[in-house]
């Protein structure tokens, strides 16, 4: 019996696609699971309000200026690293400091020789903001005054 030509096609034609079909490209599987939130979003609503500068309050309290004197004190030492103590005297009265409330050490020892650090403060009432300055870095601090009415210990240069 002889097979007819069209069926041969058609019979030979499904088998092709069956065996094509295994060779199909599968879309991949992801491996990791999508986040779970969404990212976040800004609220429109709300304002973002920049932070002033620190101001001097000459009549204010240690603490209330202790950003102004941080603020001041970094900008010398970025400014002059050590430099020294007529520069600081300088610099504090330009940034508004009383001269008569301040106290600073020596850039030099008796004999000459140059310092590693300078320390120095200003006194608000019964409290004192201090700052260890060397070479580029800083420290400041507030404390009260000491029992002897001074800010710093041991001997101090003459401010104002």
Sequence with gaps: ??????????????????????CAVS????????????????????????????QLRPGGTAEQNKLYWDAAIQDYSGRFGLGSTQTMIDQLANWGFDPAATEITYD?????????????????GDECLLATVRNGRYTTALMPVLGTGTCL????????
Excluded at 109 to 122: L, W
């Design 108 to 124: 030099s020892t008796a004999i000459g020789i140059g310092v590693d650090s300078i320390e120095v403060s200003v006194r608000f």
């Design 153 to 160: 210990v041991g001997e101090t240069r003459p401010v104002g």
């Design 27 to 54: 879309a991949p599987v992801p491996t990791t699971a999508p986040p779970s939130s969404p990212p976040p979003t800004i609220d429109p609503g709300v304002e973002v309000v920049p932070t002033a500068a620190p």
């Design 1 to 22: 019996m002889r097979a007819r030509p069209a069926l041969l096609v058609a019979a030979s034609a499904v088998l092709g696609l069956g065996a094509l079909s295994g």
